[in-house]
């Protein structure tokens, strides 16, 4: 249970404070437990 704790919270505390061009937020989609998934459709 720690280590699930701990990696989910650092996961979350990575995207908060990661440069806006290390993931093209346009293009991706996050799940409920922060999993970026590539979106496939257009506007």
């Known amino acids: 249970m720690e280590s699930f704790l701990f990696a989910e919270t650092s996961k ?15 293009g991706v989609v996050f799940s409920t ?7 496939t459709w257009k506007d």
């Open 33 to 39: 437990p922060a999993n970026p998934l590539r979106r």
């Open 12 to 26: 979350c505390y990575c995207l908060l404070f990661v440069p806006d061009k290390t993931l093209d937020f346009g």
